[in-house]
């Protein structure tokens, strides 16, 4: 089993649309949680960090349920820049003190006109 | 300010030959990773430095790679007698807190 899951997609939404993207992870020790964006060949982007009390910027909404292992992204109204690669991230467990990042695969996002 | 940046860009290289990428994180940022993606498969950690030292080097997938930081700051990955398996994107990333930021990367091609 991947240490975080997510489903790859491809989203293919209209324009204004909203669109969730859901991911679990393995290990119950994570501390952080984020989410990245990469657009094509390009590097990941740091889009938002991710906690229990839920977080939300601009259009964008993150929620973390601990007990469920599952961290969640809501886009609304979509806009075709957002078009891109969705990466679901935690970093390693507390008795790892690198706090190297721990990648899903990653979910693809279309927005169409 | 002036975020991570890698060099070269590009490197094409042919099976056998000893490649070296190089990172320049944040100023002030006293950690450092190396990453790298391969064609069609997600990002996989290779080494994180805390200063000049290097922790966890666990992700190296081979005794091939190595890498060092000096002056707590630039970074270089050496892999020697490239393999064509080594062709991915080489991604450089930094940080002070838990959030890291990442480099454009080298894409390295093995021939």
């Known amino acids: 089993r991947k240490e975080v899951e997510q489903d790859p997609g491809p989203f293919n939404v209209p324009e204004g649309a909203t669109v969730a993207f859901n991911c679990t992870y393995s290990?119950?020790?994570?501390?952080?949680f984020f989410w990245y964006r990469q657009d094509c060949r390009k590097e990941p982007k740091l889009l938002m960090s991710?906690?229990?009390s839920g977080n939300e910027d601009g259009r964008f909404t993150a929620q973390l349920n601990r007990a469920s292992q599952y961290i969640s992204l809501l886009i609304r109204d979509s806009k075709l820049s957002d078009s891109a690669t969705y990466l679901c991230?935690?970093?390693?467990?507390?008795?790892?003190?690198?706090?190297?990042?721990?990648f899903g695969s990653g979910t693809r996002l279309l927005v169409r006109p | 300010g002036a975020g991570v940046s890698q060099s070269p860009s590009n490197k094409v290289t042919e099976k056998g030959k000893d490649v070296e990428l190089r990172c320049d994180p944040i100023?002030?940022?006293?950690?450092l990773y190396w990453y790298r993606q391969s064609l069609g498969q997600g990002l996989e950690f290779l080494i994180y430095?805390?200063?000049?030292?290097?922790?966890?080097k666990s992700g190296l997938p081979s005794d091939r790679f190595s890498a060092e930081r000096t002056g707590g700051s630039v970074s270089t990955l050496t892999i020697q007698r490239t393999q064509q398996e080594d062709s991915a994107v080489y991604l450089c990333?930094?940080?002070?807190?838990?959030?890291?930021?990442f480099g454009p990367g080298t894409r390295l091609t093995v021939l």
């Open positions: 990333a930094s940080s002070w807190s838990r959030e890291q930021f």
């Open positions: 290990n119950s020790a994570s501390q952080s």
């Open positions: 991710v906690y229990s």
């Open positions: 991230v935690v970093n390693s467990p507390k008795w790892d003190s690198s706090y190297k990042l721990i």
């Open positions: 100023s002030g940022h006293t950690a």
């Open positions: 430095f805390q200063g000049n030292s290097a922790p966890d």
